[in-house]
């Protein structure tokens, strides 16, 4: 077997549409993001990782041809850069980053 294609001959495609999904769960570990009111103990990392874990969980189920990654899937901080190296080293067809916001003003 040839380790490259002849000329006209074509490469085997990947499966065209979304093959691998990075779910990034936002803030962790010394990073707690919005704090809400502080009327509950819940911060928005703690909501991020619970609500990541879910959609993957999701795809996981009803799409076992997806590859799912996660940058956390425990309450760590992982930069930004990291992250980005996460999905880049991964190929990642589409990359979520979940994160929940509080406020006052309807403004």
């Known amino acids: 077997m040839l380790a490259f294609p002849l000329y006209g001959q074509s490469q085997p495609a990947e499966k065209e549409g979304v093959n ?3 779910i990034d769960a936002g803030h962790g570990g010394h990073d ?3 704090l809400g009111t502080r009327r509950y103990k819940t911060t928005e990392k703690d909501i991020a990782l619970k609500v990541a874990l ?3 969980a999701y795809i996981e189920e009803n799409l076992p041809d997806v590859k799912v990654i996660y940058t956390r899937d425990k309450d760590v901080f992982v930069d930004l850069q990291e992250r980005a190296r996460i999905a880049n080293k991964a ?4 990359f979520i980053s979940i994160h929940c916001d509080a406020f006052t003003k309807s403004s």
């Open 54 to 56: 879910k959609v993957g």
């Open 91 to 94: 190929k990642a067809d589409l």
């Open 32 to 34: 707690p993001g919005n």
């Open 20 to 22: 691998t999904v990075v």
